[in-house]
T-cell receptor, first 110, second 115 residues
Framework: QQPVQSPQAVILREGEDAVINCSSSKALYSVHWYRQKHGEAPVFLMILLKGGEQKGHDKISASFNEKKQQSSLYLTASQLSYSGTYFCGTEYYGDYKLSFGAGTTVTVRA | DSGVTQTPKHLITATGQRVTLRCSPRSGDLSVYWYQQSLDQGLQFLIQYYNGEERAKGNILERFSAQQFPDLHSELNLSSLELGDSALYFC??????????????FGEGSWLTVV
């Protein structure tokens, strides 16, 4: 079962903030966030395990709300390099794989 | 560079043919995953191996098969190819299971074009 990401796309100007959500109807064990540039490999950003912890990577951070079975990725003071498609990968209890959402395309303009 | 090596990088073949995609995981990684990404689509999980054994299976077509060898490299075999099989095929690896807090690292992918 794949997680649901929202929004599908977002356009930002440099310095603006954005939030990407990843929701699941099943109990989550972990959430993994990746960014992919067109035609390239997805690049790992961060992993969040159950427990509601928040992690950060430069000015990109994420949270995991276990009660809501939802994770959010926060892009703060966006830079041109943040452009790309962001995927959340979810792992469910008893699974051994990551199921990815459809992705959120982020475009940062000067 | 993630350390995951995939070959070939590009492949063009005709319908009905068979191809083999190869993946060498990062040094020390025991798990190998295969994902398919069609044009502007998400990542569809195909199959996972852990230390030579199949551990998880996604919506992998019967025409597709995979295996992981004793040296831990993996191959994805695609047969009776159809136009719709054209996609970017990613291999990924991790030290162990994702449930252990391991994340997976993706290779550069193999572009398959079926004509």
């Amino acid at each position: 079962q794949q997680p649901v990401q929202s929004p599908q796309a977002v356009i930002l100007r440099e310095g603006e903030d954005a939030v990407i959500n990843c929701s699941s109807s099943k109990a989550l064990y972990s959430v993994h966030w990746y960014r992919q540039k067109h035609g390239e490999a997805p690049v790992f950003l961060m992993i969040l395990l159950k427990g509601g912890e928040q992690k950060g990577h430069d000015k990109i951070s994420a949270s995991f709300n276990e009660k809501k079975q939802q994770s959010s990725l926060y892009l703060t003071a966006s830079q041109l390099s943040y452009s790309g498609t962001y995927f959340c990968g979810t792992e469910y209890y008893g699974d051994y794989k990551l199921s990815f959402g459809a992705g959120t395309t982020v475009t940062v303009r000067a | 560079d993630s350390g995951v090596t995939q070959t070939p990088k590009h492949l063009i073949t005709a319908t009905g043919q068979r191809v083999t995609l190869r993946c060498s995981p990062r040094s020390g990684d025991l798990s190998v995953y295969w994902y398919q990404q069609s044009l502007d689509q998400g990542l569809q999980f195909l199959i996972q191996y852990y230390n030579g054994e199949e551990r998880a299976k996604g919506n992998i077509l019967e025409r597709f098969s995979a295996q992981q060898f004793p040296d831990l490299h993996s191959e994805l075999n695609l047969s009776s190819l159809e136009l719709g099989d054209s996609a970017l095929y990613f291999c990924a690896s991790s030290p162990g299971q994702t449930s252990s807090g391991n994340t997976i690292y993706f290779g550069e992918g193999s572009w398959l074009t079926v004509v």
